[in-house]
């Protein structure tokens, strides 16, 4: 399995599960386009991926918003001449109890989670279709898509919705050699998580294969899916959560 040549927008990837798959395609040659909302985390995290030869810019700005996906897609075009995969990995999560949950937040969480994910697709599938070459694009679901969680009911709902919309992108985009997966990780250490008090020793608990998910882990399987490899491949959801999912141990 190899990305060489191959150009790539990967958004919210400044550092955890994103950055780490931005590592990877660089690896294996590909041309990364890294966005973050977080200038710095941005721009150094495309500084310490391009050492050794390797190519990613930083494109900074919120990636729910029009003109950001515009500026990612024109990037591609511009610096490298095309775009063959898309991984819409930005997200937010904010807790709450239903009760109490307000207006403002439920709407970011659908603005981020929702729309930057169907714009985002949206555009790139029209690039995509210019070039008449295919391509890959990728969505970042969630286990809380599967399972219920208590205080993430919008969450888990707009994760549930972005599995829909890669099963309903197969209608529009197979005619045009795009594939559309998506991707559900369960527990995962990330720089966020490993800060919570016992995060790792509560899900290696929890967890039957005996440990919460490495950013590796789920950045792997992400590249499978974006590769020539898995081309047959489309409108599937993959979980990796270490069989949490399949017990639903309550955290």
Same mark, same amino acid.
């Given at each position: *399995?190899?990305?060489?040549?191959?150009?790539?927008? #990967?958004?919210?990837?400044?550092?955890?599960?994103?950055? !780490?798959?931005?590592?990877?395609? $660089? !690896?294996? /040659?590909?041309?990364?386009?890294?966005?973050?909302?977080? $200038?710095?985390?941005?721009?150094?995290?495309?500084?310490?991926?391009?050492? /050794?030869?390797?190519?990613?810019?930083?494109?900074?700005?919120?990636?729910?918003?029009? !003109?950001?996906?515009?500026?990612?897609?024109?990037?591609?075009a511009d610096e490298f001449g095309r775009l063959d995969i898309v991984i819409a990995n930005a997200g937010i999560t904010l807790f709450g109890d239903f009760f109490d949950y307000q207006? !403002? $937040?439920?709407?970011?969480?659908? @603005? #981020?989670?929702?729309?930057?994910?169907?714009?985002?697709?949206?555009?790139?599938?029209?690039?995509?279709?210019?070039?008449?070459?295919?391509?890959?694009?990728?969505?970042? &679901? &969630?286990?809380?898509?599967?399972?219920?969680? +208590?205080?993430? $009911?919008?969450?888990? *709902?707009?994760?549930?919705?972005? @599995?829909?919309?890669? +099963?309903?992108?197969v209608i529009e985009l197979s005619q045009f050699k795009i594939n559309v997966n998506t991707i559900a990780p369960g527990a995962t250490l990330t720089e966020r998580t490993t800060n @919570?008090?016992?995060? @790792?020793?509560?899900?290696?608990?929890?967890?039957?294969?005996?440990?919460?998910?490495?950013? &590796?882990?789920?950045?792997?399987?992400?590249?499978?899916? #974006?590769?020539?490899?898995?081309?047959?491949?489309? /409108?599937?959801?993959? #979980?990796?959560? /270490?069989?949490?999912?399949?017990?639903?141990?309550?955290?």
């Amino acid at each position: *399995m190899t990305h060489r040549d191959k150009v790539a927008i #990967v958004t919210g990837a400044g550092q955890g599960i994103g950055l !780490e798959i931005c590592r990877q395609l $660089a !690896e294996q /040659g590909a041309k990364v386009i890294l966005n973050d909302l977080d $200038a710095k985390l941005a721009t150094h995290g495309a500084d310490k991926i391009s050492k /050794g030869g390797k190519q990613c810019i930083p494109v900074v700005g919120d990636s729910s918003r029009p !003109e950001t996906i515009n500026r990612l897609v024109t990037a591609a075009a511009d610096e490298f001449g095309r775009l063959d995969i898309v991984i819409a990995n930005a997200g937010i999560t904010l807790f709450g109890d239903f009760f109490d949950y307000q207006p !403002e $937040a439920f709407s970011r969480v659908m @603005e #981020v989670n929702l729309a930057g994910t169907f714009f985002l697709a949206q555009a790139a599938a029209k690039q995509m279709k210019k070039q008449n070459s295919g391509g890959s694009l990728l969505f970042m &679901s &969630s286990v809380t898509g599967h399972q219920a969680h +208590k205080d993430l $009911a919008a969450y888990a *709902m707009s994760k549930a919705a972005i @599995e829909m919309l890669a +099963k309903n992108l197969v209608i529009e985009l197979s005619q045009f050699k795009i594939n559309v997966n998506t991707i559900a990780p369960g527990a995962t250490l990330t720089e966020r998580t490993t800060n @919570e008090p016992d995060y @790792e020793s509560i899900w290696s608990k929890l967890t039957p294969m005996g440990r919460p998910s490495h950013v &590796s882990d789920i950045a792997s399987a992400a590249l499978f899916l #974006v590769s020539d490899a898995a081309k047959q491949i489309t /409108g599937q959801t993959l #979980v990796i959560d /270490g069989g949490w999912s399949s017990i639903s141990p309550n955290p």
